[in-house]
């Protein structure tokens, strides 16, 4: 499995971003799909994540209300919509998936595919 994320930049207080994550590969119905995000001197934090099938999908404290993860399954990519962006959104994002029990569905370690990351910053 090999995944691309994509779509970040730079964007102004309260402004929105939707990040894109391309994969290739077989993605079984049972993949999780997450978003991480790590700023500098950060460790890796759990953004959301979404069950491939779309039966699950559950999102971190720090973006929750501001955040809708979805997939296209035609199209084998998964999306952030990030809304009321803050400067302490500020970080690179990452998606991620690995076949996982949802119980552990919160946990970088886990993952087993990772995408290059894309910038997002938020500044004006």
């Known amino acids: 499995v090999q995944l691309q994320a994509s779509g970040g930049g730079l964007v102004q207080p309260g402004g929105s971003l939707r990040l894109s994550c391309g994969t290739s590969?077989?993605?079984?119905?049972?993949?999780?799909m997450g978003w991480f995000r790590q700023a500098p001197g950060m460790q890796r934090e759990f953004v959301a994540v979404?069950?491939?099938?779309?039966?699950?999908?559950d999102y971190g404290d720090s973006m929750k209300g501001r955040v809708t993860i979805s997939r296209d399954k035609p199209k084998n990519t998964v999306y952030l919509q990030m809304n009321s962006l803050k400067p302490e959104d500020t970080a690179v994002y990452y998606c991620?998936?690995?076949?996982?029990?949802?119980?552990?569905?919160?946990?970088?370690?886990?993952?087993?595919?990772w995408g290059q990351g894309t910038q997002v910053t938020v500044s004006s």
């Open positions: 979404i069950r491939w099938d779309g039966s699950h999908i």
């Open positions: 590969g077989l993605i079984a119905s049972n993949y999780l």
């Open positions: 991620a998936a690995a076949r996982l029990i949802w119980g552990a569905r919160r946990r970088a370690d886990q993952y087993l595919y």
